[in-house]
């Protein structure tokens, strides 16, 4: 259930019954022969029955939490593995049966409010520049990060103390100042070739500072782990099947219901997200279309009370290298990192040692998400 977003006249919405991720193993069963054959070859699905015995004191209380007592007595587990690159998520429709949308709450405003004037707010002044100075957009610019991730590692400031209020346009241009800033750690540094983008929004999403802020990085030597293992991920792939992963796995979430174009960006709400919401773009070539993307995905995320999340964008390295890379997409992966208003981590030791545990439905996401892409 959900209900219209912001301007729009509220109303309940239900996602139909044949449309969610508990109903994935049949919508699977019912594609295509060379779509369920594609689907089988990126994705294991695996079902689970968890039974419980309330005492008839809870039965109350149940049915205002989480709706009838018997699908909470009986509930349907899904357990999604990617098998390419391991990656895995399991799903309970009592965590995924509600998604709540809303406006931002009291509390949060007032401390985004109450840090107005922090550093960031007067960057030239109380924030250190790179030694080959700073970089210049049209909404922000960069400084040098004073406990650096990496030995390039730039934080790319907003102009726009307010994170929830940056525009689709500063989004864009935060993108284009942060790979102009790459570009000059190039000139200095020409064996740093991997670059990292990221934003992380607000605290709950390990942001240390309030004001709206993204990152980047250069890396020598060898790209970052994940990043690395994505790139084998997809060679071993091309190596068996004689295909293309990104491809075929864009083609597997289209086949679903759960994917999108915007231009010759494609996007979809992930089977197996590494936390709530999580989305991908995929474009062959970094640059506007793809930020706008982005920015449009983040537009969503507000829609449905998604203010805190964490993006990152994956690229191939600068410049030539010994790996290969071919095949390897420009790619924006985006989750979100619950209610900033909970203090909370949303993140146990399932997610850090075993497998994923998520709250939302890839096809509910996938239906909200749209709405802001096409």
Same mark, same amino acid.
């Given at each position: 259930m959900?209900t219209?977003?912001p %301007? ?11 449309? /969610? ?13 060379e779509? =369920? ?17 309330? $005492? ?10 989480? %709706?009838?007592a018997?699908q ?8 999604v593995t990617?098998?390419?690159t391991?990656?895995?998520?399991l ?6 049966? =509600? ?5 931002i ?8 409010v ?12 109380q924030? $250190? ?12 610019? /960069?400084?040098?990060?004073?406990a650096?991730?990496?030995?390039y ?14 525009? =689709? ?7 284009v ?13 020409p ?13 709950t999403?390990? #942001?240390?500072?309030i ?9 020598r030597?060898?790209?970052?782990p ?9 060679? #071993?792939?091309r190596?068996?099947? =004689?295909?293309?992963?990104?491809e ?5 979430h289209?086949?679903?219901?759960? #994917?999108?174009r ?7 709400a992930y089977l ?14 970094? %640059? ?7 920015a449009?995905?983040v ?17 191939p390295?600068?410049?030539? /290298? #010994?790996?290969?890379w ?6 924006i992966?985006?989750?979100?990192? %619950?209610?900033?208003a909970l ?17 939302s439905?890839?096809?509910w ?8 892409q096409?």
């Amino acid at each position: 259930m959900y209900t219209a977003g912001p %301007g729009k006249k509220e109303r309940e919405i239900f996602l139909p019954e044949e449309r /969610t991720i508990t109903a994935l193993p049949r919508l699977v069963a019912g594609l295509a022969g060379e779509d =369920r054959e594609l689907f089988g070859r990126i994705f294991q699905v695996n079902t689970s029955a968890g039974r419980i015995h309330p $005492p008839p004191e809870m039965e109350e209380w149940i049915k205002k939490r989480f %709706g009838p007592a018997d699908q909470v007595k009986n509930q349907e587990i899904v357990r999604v593995t990617n098998l390419i690159t391991l990656e895995g998520a399991l799903f309970n429709r009592l965590r995924a049966a =509600r998604p709540v949308e809303g406006k931002i709450a009291g509390p949060v405003r007032e401390e985004i409010v109450r840090t107005q004037g922090d550093p960031f707010c007067h960057p030239e002044e109380q924030t $250190p520049a790179d030694t080959f100075g700073r970089v210049r957009g049209k909404y922000c610019l /960069t400084a040098s990060n004073l406990a650096k991730y990496d030995g390039y590692h730039a934080v790319i400031i907003f102009a726009e103390h307010n994170p929830l209020a940056v525009s =689709r346009e500063e989004m864009v241009d935060a993108f284009v100042t942060a790979r102009r800033w790459a570009d000059l750690v190039r000139e200095e540094d020409p064996a740093a070739k991997y670059y990292f983008f990221l934003w992380n929004c607000l605290w709950t999403s390990g #942001a240390s500072i309030i004001h709206g802020h993204a990152q980047a990085t250069v890396a020598r030597e060898m790209h970052y782990p994940k990043v690395e293992a994505l790139r084998r991920a997809m060679v #071993a792939y091309r190596g068996k099947y =004689r295909s293309g992963y990104f491809e075929d796995l864009y083609r597997v979430h289209e086949a679903l219901g759960l #994917a999108w174009r915007l231009g010759a960006v494609k996007g979809f709400a992930y089977l197996t997200p590494v936390k709530e919401k999580e989305v991908f773009l995929l474009a062959e070539e970094p %640059g506007p279309e793809l930020y706008e993307a982005a920015a449009r995905v983040v537009e969503g995320y507000r829609a449905i009370s998604s203010w805190s999340f964490n993006l990152a964008l994956l690229l191939p390295p600068l410049d030539k /290298t #010994a790996e290969d890379w071919g095949g390897f997409p420009a790619i924006i992966r985006i989750v979100d990192r %619950g209610d900033p208003a909970l203090r909370k981590s949303d993140v146990g030791a399932m997610e850090l040692f075993a497998a994923s545990v998520i709250a939302s439905d890839p096809f509910w996401v996938a239906e909200k998400i749209k709405r802001y892409q096409l």
